[in-house]
């Protein structure tokens, strides 16, 4: 599992954006999202920089915690 401070995160929208981005590159992710502190946490089988490149993608940048 991965957990990344996403700047950003401002509204249910971008929580949905990220979600729905996260769920294309692997449908079978798992995904926490507090959009309160701005942290995600990510179960896939992805890798940390598949997940950080697909967010980066969309306009929001991470960083690993």
């Given at each position: ?7 950003k ?12 981005v ?44």
């Amino acid at each position: 599992m991965y957990t990344l401070k996403v700047a950003k995160i401002a509204c249910g929208g971008c929580a949905a954006k990220i979600n729905t981005v996260l769920k294309t590159v692997d449908e079978a992710a798992e995904i926490v999202i507090d959009r309160m502190a701005g942290i995600i946490q990510v179960k896939s089988d992805l890798s940390l920089d598949e997940i950080r490149t697909a967010l980066d993608q969309i306009g929001y940048p991470t960083a690993v915690i």
